[in-house]
């Protein structure tokens, strides 16, 4: 089994900052995608940011140049850092991993999700 754990949500006024963290553990031969999700009350998941294998970065249009996604292999974590933030950026994020854990055998786990509230 692979584990997913996100942190570092919270409540932040407009215009303030995040980082969110993502860490995965467990049975993990590789890690091939690790990307970004949200939700907000009332809507459908959606994409935020996702870093592939290859480091290939894709932003939601709605994020671009003020979310920056990132990851650190050796600590098999990836990051968020959300600069700007607006209040149509509340939403519980989420992050999701795909890999294999092992030749044969592919994975793909989320974590329960943080909620970052963006209010005054």
């Known amino acids: 089994q692979v584990q997913v754990v996100e942190s570092g949500g919270g409540l932040v006024q407009p215009g303030g900052s995040l980082r969110l963290s993502c860490a995965a553990s467990?049975?993990?031969?590789?890690?091939?995608?690790m990307g970004w999700y949200r939700q907000a009350p009332g809507k459908q998941r959606e994409l935020v940011a996702k870093?592939?294998?290859?480091?290939?970065?894709n932003y939601d249009d709605s994020v671009k140049g003020r979310f920056t996604i990132s990851r650190d292999n050796a600590k098999n974590t990836l990051y968020l850092q959300m600069n700007s933030l607006k209040s149509e950026d509340t939403a519980v994020y989420y992050c999701?991993?795909?890999?294999?854990?092992?030749?044969?055998?592919?994975?793909?786990?989320w974590g329960q999700g943080t909620q970052v509230t963006v209010s005054s």
């Open positions: 467990g049975s993990i031969f590789t890690i091939n995608a």
């Open positions: 999701n991993v795909e890999g294999r854990v092992d030749l044969l055998r592919p994975f793909g786990s």
């Open positions: 870093i592939t294998g290859r480091s290939t970065v």
